[in-house]
């Protein structure tokens, strides 16, 4: 196995032990069981360090997408880049704008993941934080039409983002950190 592949590996198995022990066992992602054991899940890892290649790895993600329609969602891992929270918002915001351009508003939607993701306005040691946070910094692209249809069979989908910040509170900072400790893969 070439090192490039090992190394992928490594942040994959890392990723997936944080979406099957956190996000799936504590449905922080009430879809994501299904996506997962349909194998409609696309995990690609990003070593790009610069910002303009980092969005061309997302553009690239959005035409795996579009050219294959078995894959519901990617997960996009930044390896060696985005480590600082406040890069990775500005990032964001050029990600958000560069889909707007290509045409991918409403066929694409786009979710955050970081180690340090903090809601505005809340304290970084608030547990709800981590509804939102991964091994590594990350974007999660989804099809709007699942997303469409995954809602639709779901009970009061409004209600889960306020159902995570009561769930993660009451499990508590150390509980999560442990858990998310415990995908980390070095």
Same mark, same amino acid.
């Given at each position: 196995? %070439?090192?490039?592949?090992?190394?992928?590996?490594? &942040?994959?198995?890392a990723?997936? +032990?944080?979406?099957? @022990?956190?996000?799936?066992?504590?449905?922080?992602?009430?879809?994501?069981?299904?996506?997962?054991?349909?194998?409609?899940?696309?995990?690609?890892?990003?070593?790009?360090i610069?910002?303009?290649d980092?969005?061309l790895?997302?553009? #690239?993600?959005?035409?795996?997408?579009? +050219?294959?329609?078995?894959? /519901?969602?990617?997960?996009?891992? &930044?390896a060696?880049?985005?480590?600082?929270?406040?890069?990775? #918002?500005?990032?964001?915001?050029?990600?958000?704008?560069?889909?707007?351009?290509?045409? &991918?508003?409403?066929?694409?939607?786009? +979710?955050?993941?970081?180690?340090?993701?903090?809601?505005?306005?809340?304290?970084?040691?608030?547990? /709800? %934080?981590?509804?939102n946070? @991964?091994?590594?910094?990350?974007?999660? #692209?989804?099809?709007? @039409?699942?997303?469409?249809?995954a809602?639709?069979?779901?009970?009061?989908?409004e209600q889960?983002?306020q159902?995570n910040?009561?769930?993660?509170?009451?499990?508590?900072l /150390?509980?999560?950190?442990?858990?998310? /400790?415990?995908?980390?893969?070095?």
């Open positions: 196995m %070439n090192t490039k592949v090992h190394s992928d590996q490594r &942040y994959i198995s990723t997936l +032990a944080w979406l099957k @022990s956190f996000i799936i066992e504590y449905g922080i992602c009430p879809f994501a069981k299904r996506e997962l054991d349909q194998g409609a899940i696309s995990f690609h890892v990003s070593h790009d610069e910002v303009p980092c969005l790895d997302m553009m #690239l993600e959005c035409d795996r997408l579009d +050219a294959d329609p078995e894959i /519901a969602t990617t997960l996009l891992i &930044y060696d880049t985005l480590a600082e929270f406040d890069d990775y #918002l500005d990032f964001l915001e050029l990600a958000e704008v560069l889909m707007i351009e290509r045409g &991918y508003e409403g066929v694409y939607q786009l +979710a955050s993941f970081h180690p340090d993701y903090c809601f505005e306005g809340a304290p970084p040691d608030d547990p /709800a %934080n981590y509804t946070r @991964s091994p590594y910094p990350m974007v999660h #692209l989804l099809r709007e @039409s699942s997303i469409g249809q809602v639709a069979s779901y009970p009061h989908p889960i983002p159902r910040i009561d769930l993660t509170r009451s499990l508590g /150390a509980k999560i950190q442990a858990l998310l /400790a415990g995908c980390h893969i070095e």
